[in-house]
């Protein structure tokens, strides 16, 4: 009897175990779960401003933007967390694959690695004699893009304020040896065109857009070689450039005769590429990689948006989503693995896409995130969570605002918390040798 009670005993514990675990199993999210890494940071915001093929990632929080924020980070699994000391008028503009950042102070950039701390740019007497201001890009090769005065600053009084008059300003390539090569882009006070770089790649190119937000934009290329090309549009008025690969081919948002935007190619020898939709009115072109793969979002027929993933051989290719209505893809790296996000149930999440898996939530603790920045080449990917302020400091503050408290004892209201977060996909290679 007792035999066959141990028995039974153990065979009712046995189920009990394989009932929990499928439960667990069950109620287990379906998708890759994220690590939060580096130092928690409070303020209004986070950037992240570069991605690279180390896994080094760089940024900026608080304030509103670039320019005033609280500090400047670097982060990446190797070294771990450091800060850059940036603060009022500086902002941390890039990082290229030398892990060398750009960082943007109001009269002149500086190069920043977490070795050396800061450096000054290589200068010639010409580039020291010129006013620079404003965002700047890097490239691998080490070349800085920057906008810089052209001719002297004349101040005129308006009322309670002096204006800059006659000013005009050119788009340089700063060269590591200090030589500047004038792009000939130039902004004006008298001319109501702005000129908005979209990248600069590693042969010193350089994509972006003209125009201003009333009258519409028209993309652009530039090269040494070539000077300034118009990308031209489909049809309409005006065209929108996105992205740009190392071989120049560009990719972006044209409109129509009928007023529609399409999705489209821009290459040196065939020009502008209609890449059509997914049976809907609109579509847009986010990014392409080096072998000319290209995503974005495009209009189904009743009108809703998919992610799509363009190729010469294949065409436009609908990803899916993630049980929701839209899905908007905004990156891709060399493994053609997409990353995005989608619309899921009332809310909205982030994926990543690909070609063995298919689409696949990127999770992690909170429910609270930001844009996930991009994947590089090694299947890296890197966002940052929002965590509002602890139960006890959002009591104090509702105590705060109800007036109960001694006017010494109130403080500002809290600013939420925010880390940074790091998925890491197989890539091909990877798989492979996980099967071997």
Known sequence: MRTRRKIVGGLVLVALALLLAWMVGATRPKG???????????????VIVGWNDRGEGVGYWGGGGGWGAEGGFFWSKEIGWVE???????????INDSGTVLVSFNECGRLWTPE????????????????????????NRGDVLEWAEKGPKVLRREKDRWEEVGWKRVLQLVRPDGSVVDTGLEES????????????NDRGKVVGNIGGYKSGFKGFFWSLETGRK????????SSFASAMNQRGEVVGTAELADGSNHAFLWTMGKGLEDLGTLGGRNSRAQAITESGVVVGSAELAGGKSHAFLWTRE????????LGGAQSF????????????????????????????????????????????????????????????????????????????????????????????????????????????
Not at 32 to 46: A, I
Not at 118 to 126: C, G, M, R, Y
Not at 314 to 321: A, C, I, N, V, Y
């Open 314 to 321: 294949s065409g436009m290719r609908d990803l899916g989503t």
């Open 329 to 436: 893809a905004t990156g891709i790296n060399r493994h053609n693995q997409v990353v995005g996000w989608s619309e899921k149930g009332e809310g909205e999440t982030f994926f990543v896409w690909t070609e063995a898996r298919g689409m696949e939530e990127l999770l992690c603790e909170s429910d609270m995130r930001a844009d996930v920045y991009g994947s590089n080449n090694c299947g890296e990917i890197i966002s940052y969570v929002v965590d509002p302020p602890p139960w006890w400091e959002r009591a104090w503050d509702w105590l705060g605002e109800k007036s109960f408290l001694p006017e010494r004892w109130k403080v500002g209201r809290r600013t939420p918390r925010m880390q940074l977060v790091y998925w890491k996909i197989p890539v091909p290679e990877e798989m492979a040798a996980e099967e071997n």
């Open 116 to 139: 050396k701390g800061f450096e000054e740019l290589p200068q010639s007497a010409e580039q020291v004699a010129r006013w620079r201001h404003g965002k700047r890009w890097l490239n």
């Open 189 to 200: 006070e008298t001319e109501l065109a702005e000129i908005f770089p979209r990248g600069l």
């Open 32 to 46: 890759l779960v994220g690590e939060r890494v580096g130092e928690v940071m409070r303020g209004d915001s986070v």
């Open 230 to 237: 118009e990308l031209g549009t489909l049809g309409g008025k």
């Open 84 to 94: 850059i000391p940036v603060e009022g008028d500086a902002a941390v503009d890039a």
